[in-house]
């Protein structure tokens, strides 16, 4: 019999995560900073799944801040008022499209509304 999981906890053992997010929404932490601390964790919980006798290792289970904003990203899915965030400012990226969306624009963008799931929490 194979051993599986469905993912594993992206924020890290020690916060990582959430920290280097933080300091990036400060402007104290570049984009190439959070992308390798991205990719550092990804990396450890690997072999932490493999050292534990996962035959089965996830992949593609990491996410800055929501799965469902990145399937969002992935499909083009963006609502229109983001659109002005990328065209009109060339400084800012594909990720701080991605933030601005899950946490809001200081510029009269606000968040995407979060949806409650009536079936989990009722």
């Known amino acids: 019999m194979l051993t599986h999981n469905l993912g594993y906890p992206r924020?890290?053992?020690?916060?990582?995560?959430?920290?280097?997010?933080?300091?990036y929404w400060a402007g104290t932490l570049t984009q190439t900073e959070l992308q390798a601390t991205g990719g550092r964790l990804r990396q450890q919980h690997w072999l932490t799944q493999q050292a534990a006798g996962l035959d089965l290792v996830p992949c593609n289970d990491f996410s800055y801040y929501d799965q469902v904003l990145d399937m969002s990203?992935?499909?083009?899915?963006?609502?229109?008022?983001?659109?002005p965030i990328i065209a009109q400012n060339r400084e800012y990226t594909e990720l701080d499209l991605y933030f601005a969306m899950?946490?809001?624009?200081?510029?009269?963008r606000c968040a995407g509304s979060p949806a409650p799931w009536r079936s989990i929490n009722p």
Do not use: D, F
């Open 73 to 83: 990203l992935l499909v083009g899915a963006i609502p229109a008022r983001y659109t």
């Open 102 to 108: 899950a946490r809001g624009y200081q510029r009269n």
């Open 11 to 23: 924020i890290g053992s020690q916060r990582e995560l959430k920290k280097a997010s933080e300091k």
